[in-house]
């Protein structure tokens, strides 16, 4: 008499793993294409611009000879912080959301 056990599910779990693997390459793709682009932000109206990499680093800041008043400097200081956060915001913001789509929004540590 032959025993039958039934299916364990095993093709379940290499189809699991395969959709694992193929959602690592995908963020390992998005993760340098995000890296690559640019973000910019204004402030101030756009007298003052930024533009920041997917890394986060400043790429430029262009200040409109308009922002300069000698005797207020520190305007012109608040809307250059004001335009680098904006446009690292936007950097992070664009990498949450495309990340989030490719894991279906499943809270994965360090992604």
Same mark, same amino acid.
């Given at each position: 008499?032959?025993?039958?056990?039934?299916?364990?599910?095993?093709?379940?779990?290499?189809?699991?793993?395969?959709?694992?693997?193929?959602?690592?390459?995908?963020?390992?793709?998005?993760?340098?294409?995000?890296?690559?682009?640019?973000?910019?932000?204004? %402030?101030? *109206?756009?007298? &003052?611009?930024?533009?920041? /990499?997917?890394?986060?680093? @400043?790429?430029?800041?262009?200040?409109? +000879?308009?922002?300069?008043?000698?005797?207020?400097?520190?305007?012109?200081?608040?809307?250059?912080?004001?335009?680098?956060?904006? %446009?690292? *915001?936007?950097? &992070?913001?664009?990498?949450? /959301?495309?990340?989030?789509? @490719?894991?279906?929004?499943?809270?994965? +540590?360090?992604?």
């Amino acid at each position: 008499m032959k025993v039958r056990i039934p299916n364990s599910g095993g093709g379940n779990m290499n189809q699991m793993l395969k959709q694992a693997q193929k959602m690592q390459q995908d963020m390992a793709v998005l993760q340098e294409d995000l890296e690559n682009r640019e973000y910019s932000a204004t %402030a101030g *109206g756009g007298l &003052v611009s930024v533009t920041v /990499d997917g890394k986060h680093f @400043i790429k430029s800041i262009k200040i409109n +000879p308009e922002a300069v008043d000698t005797d207020d400097i520190e305007m012109l200081e608040d809307f250059i912080t004001i335009a680098v956060n904006e %446009a690292v *915001g936007n950097a &992070v913001k664009t990498a949450e /959301d495309e990340m989030g789509a @490719i894991t279906g929004g499943l809270n994965i +540590p360090g992604i």
